[in-house]
């Protein structure tokens, strides 16, 4: 037992560590090895949710500190958001447990696919440190989808609510990440209501929320400072490759296939991923290499975020 929850502490410190670097990961990381272990799906996501009570006030204090935080941003996208949690909370509460499993998979492998698709293909949009917040006819949508996502699948809120924004350009990257953060602690609060609303607080596997709490918080910090500046590509590369590689056995299994055939096919997408992050990592240090990739001085901080 003691191993268990420092293995479940130090998953916690780097599922925390990518979250604060790319805006996303804790949720679905955590989710995916927690229902690995064969945990009931709405306790795997209720057990997340309540131990990122912890991580998220953490780390949306620490990007509030680096200002790296919109206040505009935050609360267009926390109301919304924190409505779509509670509904998904609810409703995978109700869902029997050989219901739930695959349904949960699914969407979690889904949301890794999302993930390798944003660092290989997509980039962020330019934008300058004052640009405008997004109109609300944008952030509320995304807020609500992104909360029903994260409550549902145990994570997902950076994945659909960061990547979107991102690649709109409507603000700096920092700002963007930052005021995400912050405001997926209002999501979190009101996902864990919905799931002690739905289940109880009785049978919450208290051991292993503290552990990912404590591993979180450790983290937050440190991974705050390091928004915007690790190789996002191939950190966010390899979060889809192990979010898919946990989750498509069970996709591949529910979906019927013999043993046999499932796990050939298991094998041959977990080589497909690496793959994937092979080249991500090759075109990552071709483009260090070159002239043209030299680091722009840093933009200065507005006064009225100072």
């Known amino acids: 037992m003691p191993l268990e929850l420092l293995l479940t ?70 109301v919304p958001g924190g409505i779509g949690a509670l509904t998904g909370a609810l409703l995978l509460s109700y869902l029997s447990t050989a219901a739930a499993a695959p349904v949960m998979s699914l969407l979690l492998l889904v949301l890794g696919v999302l993930v390798i698709i944003r660092f290989v293909r997509r980039r962020a949009a330019a934008a300058s440190e004052a640009a405008a917040a997004p109109r609300s006819r944008l952030l509320v949508p995304l807020g609500m989808v992104g909360g029903l996502v994260d409550a549902t699948g145990g994570g997902g809120w950076g994945p659909v609510v ?74 966010g590369v ?8 946990l989750n498509a056995g069970t996709v591949l299994a529910a979906a019927g296939l013999p043993g046999g055939a499932a796990a050939l096919a298991h094998a041959g997408i977990v080589i497909a991923c690496l793959g994937v992050l092979a080249r991500t990592v ?24 100072a």
């Open 162 to 235: 960061t990547s979107t924004l991102l690649t709109t350009g409507a603000a700096a990257p920092r700002r963007v990440i930052g005021s995400v953060c912050t405001a997926e602690f209002v999501v979190t609060a009101s996902a864990s209501i919905g799931f002690v609303l739905g289940l109880g607080v009785g049978g919450f596997p208290l051991g292993m929320i503290l552990a990912l709490m404590a591993g979180g918080v450790i983290a937050a910090p440190f991974a705050a400072r390091l928004a915007g500046r690790l190789p996002a590509p191939v950190l």
């Open 282 to 305: 090759l075109r990552h240090r071709r483009a260090a290499r070159s002239p043209e990739s030299a680091p722009a001085a840093p933009a200065p901080v507005p006064a009225e975020i």
């Open 9 to 78: 502490g130090l998953a916690g410190l780097l599922a925390q560590t990518v979250d604060g670097a790319l805006g996303m990961g804790f949720g679905i990381t955590s989710a995916s090895l927690l229902l690995a272990t064969g945990m009931a799906p709405a306790l795997v996501s209720a057990s997340v949710k309540v131990a990122q009570l912890g991580t998220t006030l953490a780390s949306g204090a620490s990007h509030w500190r680096a200002g790296n935080v919109d206040p505009r941003i935050v609360l267009r996208l926390a």
């Open 238 to 245: 390899c979060v889809g490759t192990l979010i898919i590689s």
